[in-house]
């Protein structure tokens, strides 16, 4: 039971969780849209209550938001378990907020919809097409290789954000809330819609009527998620060249349902998932194109047999029942399954002697040759002897070296920062370099691209075998074959470790050092499982 009265003459109560806030760009539009779910929950006789939540900023949080995603699933959790509402609608779009949101809405077992927040409209600079992060990436080398001027930049910042909404690339957001529409927790085609196109309002409104009804039929995602809902995620997550951030968030969401999601799984689906979204930063196009093409609905309508189709939505329907008879409307942006733009999945699961439970790569969006490469390390112990070194004209660096970043995991960021595609030295640019294999136990930006193996477990700052890389040792990439290999003997390897020592930390109080204290490795999700795992849950009390 909770802990007072849930009704309010006889309504249900709404609570209407918005990550508002003025140092997250991504959602300055959520004021509007709390208003069109209100009018949606007043039309279907709820009473809406709107409640704060903290704004995990991709744009503005450092070290890492990942570091404030399990905070956010805290909170929604405990938020809806401390105070009487029957059910709830979750606001997100920036990448942590949607898994951050979910976590906790389904650790509270109450019924919940997510109303994504929309991706931006295209960007444009001199009638050239411009994607969030990934061009922005791009642009930066190129003015790193001296081919912009301050003013091309400064003109290339104003055109890349052009309206409301999050990264209109296929990056973490995006993929997030795709996610989220698979596992059924969105009305159906929501993850696509602009935030500016006025069926987001209309959208936001359905979504404020239906889970109003919802509280009435006691329908609940921790009822209704299977493990079934889960491997849908990650066929669409694989379909869509999805950000590699969909791994660490998707095993913790599951976490929540009560499933676990072994690295293995990931690989499993890929590489029975045709790709077929040409979205940025593995295609061409973007979130719009995307949404005028027939959107999530019709990339799913292509995969009914390989989707468990019989799972369980928002809409009391099941997934196969919300897709319908989708049609894609434009077939360069939605491939069909005869002309996919591959016959497997955008990410790699990849194991070795450097990487014993597991590291990532999204093959999908890197140069071709690093496929099956070996070549000699150069060593970063962290990101600010990176930053210090990368340009220096002694540095001992050639297009085949491997560029190697230590204690950028979990514990050794924390929380993982989206360092991965470690910056490539100007020398290089300046010579048309512009990919090179790069590892770490960093994560990297869904917008990101390039031969970049992430999420190296376990990370280097807990000793894992990243710590022993010393500058000059074979590294040895093989995609097909899903190794990633340190060509040094084990003795050698073994003696190295004997010799290692962990840094001591600077976190000791607050939430950081909850953080670090209970943090698992990549292969874990990272999830602080300890808080999640409510006992007691509160119980809708309208019936
Ligand atoms: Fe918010 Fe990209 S910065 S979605």
């Not at 006025?198 to 998620?225: C, K, T, Y």
């Not at 869509?240 to 499993?268: C, Q, W, Y």
Request: hydrophobic residues 40%; proline residues 6%; aromatic residues 6%.
């Amino acid at each position: 039971m909770g802990l007072g009265p849930a009704d309010w003459q006889g309504k249900p109560i709404i609570a209407i969780l918005n990550t508002w806030s003025e140092f997250n760009p991504c959602h300055l539009h959520f004021k509007i849209v709390a208003e069109n779910v209100k009018r949606g929950i007043l039309q279907a006789g709820g009473l809406p209550l709107e409640i704060p939540v903290l704004s995990v900023s991709e744009t503005f949080m450092k070290p890492s938001p990942m570091l404030y995603r399990n905070l956010l699933a805290m909170e929604t959790e405990e938020v809806l378990r401390s105070q009487p509402a029957d059910g709830a609608v979750l606001l997100g779009a920036c990448d942590k907020t949607t898994p951050g949101l979910i976590m906790g809405g389904i650790s509270s077992r109450l019924p919940f919809i997510f109303v994504p927040g929309g991706p931006m409209q295209k960007g444009n600079w001199r009638g050239t097409t411009l994607g969030s992060g990934s061009d922005a990436w791009k642009y930066w080398a190129e003015r790193r290789a001296g081919n912009l001027t301050d003013e091309e930049w400064s003109e290339i910042e104003d055109g890349i954000a052009r309206s409301n909404g999050h990264c209109m690339t296929m990056g973490t957001a995006s993929t997030m809330t795709a996610i989220a529409e698979t596992l059924g927790l969105t009305l159906p085609g929501a993850s696509s819609i602009p935030a500016n196109d006025m069926a987001h309002f209309r959208m936001a409104a359905e979504s404020g009527r239906q889970i109003v009804e919802n509280v009435w039929n006691d329908l609940r995602p921790a009822n209704f998620l299977t493990e079934d809902s889960f491997t849908n995620a990650i066929v669409a997550d694989m379909a869509i060249g999805g950000s590699t951030n969909a791994i660490v968030h998707l095993i913790a969401m599951a976490g929540r349902a009560g499933f676990s999601l072994p690295l293995s799984k990931f690989d499993e689906v890929s590489r029975y998932t045709p790709r077929l979204a040409d979205l940025r930063p593995a295609g061409r196009f973007l979130m719009e194109d995307f949404y005028f093409a027939g959107g999530l609905p019709a990339l799913l309508a292509q995969l009914t047999d390989i989707l468990h189709g019989d799972t369980n939505t928002v809409t009391g329907k099941t997934l196969a029942e919300n897709i319908g008879s989708a049609q894609i409307f434009n077939k360069e942006v939605i491939r069909t399954r005869e002309n996919a733009l591959s016959q497997e999945g955008g990410t790699a699961v990849l194991r070795g002697n450097l990487a014993p439970r597991g590291a990532v790569i999204k093959h999908a969006a890197m140069e071709p040759r690093f496929l099956k490469h070996t070549g000699p390390a150069v060593v970063f112990r962290d990101y600010e002897e990176l930053a210090a070194k990368l340009d220096d004209d002694a540095l001992n660096v050639t297009a085949d070296s491997v560029l190697v970043l230590q204690n950028a995991g979990p514990v050794g960021g924390p929380g993982m920062p989206e360092w991965g595609m470690l910056p490539i030295p100007k020398r290089l640019l300046q010579a048309g370099v512009r990919d090179m294999l790069r590892i770490s136990d960093a994560r990297m930006s869904g917008t990101s691209y390039g031969a970049c193996v992430l999420h190296v477990a376990p990370e280097s700052a807990v000793g894992g075998p990243l710590a022993f890389v010393k500058d000059g040792d074979l590294i040895t990439l093989d995609v097909a074959e899903r190794k990633l290999t340190l060509e040094v003997s084990d003795e050698e390897l073994n003696a190295r470790k004997a010799a290692w020592k962990p840094a001591p930390t600077e976190f000791t109080r607050g939430y950081l050092s909850l953080f670090l204290r209970e943090v698992t490795q990549a292969d874990e999700g990272c999830d602080l499982r300890f808080l999640g795992s409510s006992g007691e849950t509160p119980e809708p009390k309208i019936h």
